[in-house]
């Protein structure tokens, strides 16, 4: 059993999900119930997957590669089929394989327009292949292809059961993404011709293994590892997203039907913050640290300019999808300073987000279907119309907000506290500043959220909606969705040394590699 | 009478032929002389059978191909005007094998029009022998006659339509812009033969590429390669492609895309390989302005179509500019260069083909070619608009789609070249590729989003081979995408070893 998880179990996760579309592909699509529950046993199946890896994952050696599984692929480039996971891919890979149930859960009776419940769940397990695939990648080409491959997926859920300008934030959402990630493909190549991997692990020259190509760099002239930095830079950034590319965020968000917008939450932007982590800095440190002042800069922009923007929404779903760019802020700066503390906290914000931001979500997509309507003026006293719905959205916006004790806290505080004394090469005034800066971004940040949630949940029901029949309680499916997360965000507040413990380890592997570059 | 003229052609000895080297393309010929007798017998009786046997009748080569490759021997006749490499092989069984599939696509659409049958098989066959007699042509007097074999009965083929007004116009332009072509191309030639007094490319490769860099040899390369430019439809020797592309029966639009395009990049890789591959000086800058014009226009002017066929043969423009930046640092990178154009060009086929099929399927029904009677296609034919979907998605280059592995084939090349023409491409290509993708994807709109423009949903039945050709460029597409190491490893290719 051991053994075959060993050899089997990770590529199982990844590509369960296909097969499970596959045979969905080949039901008529009439057969409403019967795809819904081929999609729910397939995701809860690779769920399973989820944890029987993590029971056999070794907690004492998480900062090296698991289950891994080396096999050929495109020889002609020398990439390979590698997939593994860490301490770092494994909290983001459980998070992935848990909100991604939920969503079929909650879609149960209430599929957006136009319907087709088919074809909505295959695009959704398709996404879950990639988000996997993305996190169990260990060769830069096999990372690229499982990066792009869920954007066509996303595209259609975005402009297919979206709102009314669906089709503008599809494509701008493909757009955007697109071009960041073809300069990042150019990066990778030229990483691989420039870097002289032969005395590694990888025994070749010329390689795309994300294990060997750390110790694999040195050669490089700095002024080349920058540029090769940028590329990437651009890819991940705007995946992120970061200011100033993340104009496209806002629009998808608030296009997007409700689990579209809790995937992109709750998982798609991680894959920029983990490619920071899992390949630009470990790979390129050097760079990294000419990079971070610019990439802690614009962080504590985002933050700042995430929260004003925040304050001038009238929309409840783009008020969130703003500080979703105010909150990577947060995971951004604490990878900026290229600390073991840093991008602990950044680790921990990409999962705390992820529970926090999507609970948000669903919560937002079902007041939509209550209210037909989010305009936040128009809402009012929660509280009283469906009180339970009141109470968990009070839960998720304290955590939002880093209230200490939930989930957000533990990835904003850090993050915070590791920019006073940043890693070796960086310029501490700087990142003191860019501290103060991002601290005055919590308060805002507490001052939009109870805000929002005194303008919709206080008071009374505003008068079109007093006696209406519509807005009801939770719903059983939702509750199924919803406990799942509440449970984690209260659990991972008050026990960070849950996440922590996993992390760390791996996380001081980055770091070690980020203070040999800044010694030598 | 001369005696002495008359004896020398009396001594001519036949020079030795290497019956297994010319089997595929005698068998080709035997197949289209076969075809023209059972026309002449069996007349009006015979039309049903034509296309079937035609389909046949290309697969043929395919089994001289295999036994060849399996010998793996290169082998060379008429002094090295006539190779057959593993480059050859390839080449040829990509065209056979595109031509297998431009026929399955005709099968309907020729037999349900007011079009005679047999002729268009003959003439598509003796366009795909020109085409497979490239591939081996080592000479410059081969290359012209292999390319004038190809294009005279594509001139026909392209104005096949002739009661049309955009068909007499498609088969004209087409004509007058490729002869214009051939002269530009011919001139070359006979300046290159002045140099360096032989015909044999191998030859014109010591006196060009050892010579000095003299104008004439300047003049002779450019002009030779701008002949071939017309045929890839390279900016600015692009203007006869959307027309003739529009007026053409739309298999042959996807023949003249795929097929005819693929052999005017297997001439220009010969001429710069063997003949002029020390002189990239000259046709290094040349491509590198023909990539990112052809690349950058085709992109443009694509996002403005409202065609189907136009947008294609715009984004055809596209794809080849992508292919010219491989070429453009063939001189700093060597055979990968070739290897990269060559695994574009399989993938090109199968992507192109597949999604030509979707076009004339969806407008059986439609009898449209407007972007726009796309929409709701995927409510009323959900297999057409997910074939769609894979074939555009895989052009935008999106993996796991097939042309994911063939742009990342051209990034490597040109980053591998470590120069600043490559760097310049590599960029140009990915910003490129995200102008390509606004058109790809408002197909892709046109067809999941929109409803459909009529309300008319009736189901459209698609003929058998059609089907058939687009689950072949599906399977193809997907699984080569997903495997990209099935036609890498085939497509590790040489000319600088033999050729020299």
Redesign the interface.
Known sequence: MEDFLNDWGLSLAVFLPVVGAAIMALIP?AEEQLHKVVALITTLAVAGMGVALLANFDMGRSKDLQFVVDA??????NSRYIVGLDGISMPLMLLTMLIVPLCVIYSWNHFPEPHNPKAFLILILILETGMIGTFAAQDL?LF??FF??V??PM??LI??WGGEE??YA??KF??FT??GS??M??SF??L??LADASGTAAGVANTFDMRALPEATAGIALSTQVIIFGGMFLGFGIKVPMFPFHTWLPDAHTQAPTVGSVILAAILLKLGTYGFIRIAIPILPEAAIEWAPIIGGLAVIGIIYGALCCLAQTDMKRLIAFSSVAHMGYTMLGISTLTDFGMNAAVFGMVAHGLITGTLFFIAGSMKERYHTLEIKRLGGLLVSAPKMGWVFGLATMASLGLPGLAGFWGEVPAILAAYSPAEGLSEPLFRAYMVIAAIGTVLAAGYLLWLYQRTAFGTPTEEFVDDPHITDISIPEWVAWVPMIVLILALGIYPNLLFNLTDPAVVAVGDLVAAAAGS | MDTSALLTVLAFERPPIDWHAVAPELTLLAVGALLTILDVVLLERGRKFMAAAAGLGLLLPLIPILTLAVDGTNRSMFGGAFVVDEFALLMKALFLVSGYIVVLLSTNYIAEGDFWESEYYGLLISSLMGMVLMASARDLVTIFVALELLSIPAYLLAGWRKRSLEGNEAGMKYFLMGVFASAIMLYGMSLLYGVAGDTRLAEIGEAVGRGDSLPIVTLGVVFTLIGFAFKVSAVPFHTWAPDTYQGAPTPITAFLAVASKTAGFVALLQLVYVGFYGRDDVYGPMFWVLALLTMTVGNLIALRQTNIVRLFAYSGVAQAGYMLAALAVAGEVGDTAL?AISTYLVFYAAMNLGAFAVIIAVARKTRSGHTQSYGGLFEYA?GLAVSM?VFL?SL?????FGG??AK?AV??VT??A?TWIGYSL??A???N??IA??YY??I??QM??NPVPDGDTTPIKVPFSLAAAVAITVIATVGLGV???LV??IT?VSLLAAGG
């Open positions: 699509r050929s692929w495109i020889d002609v480039i080409i690229f292809v792009e491959i954007l066509v595209y259609f402009g297919v669906r089709q599809a494509i493909f757009l697109l071009f073809a300069l493909l150019v190549l030229a691989y011709f | 290897q959900p979907g998605f935008a280059g999106i993996p796991p994911w592995y990342l990034f490597k980053v591998e470590d590599a960029i290509v990915a910003v590729s995200v993708l606004y994807a408002n892709a709109r999941f989003m495997l990209p190491n890498a490893e590790e």
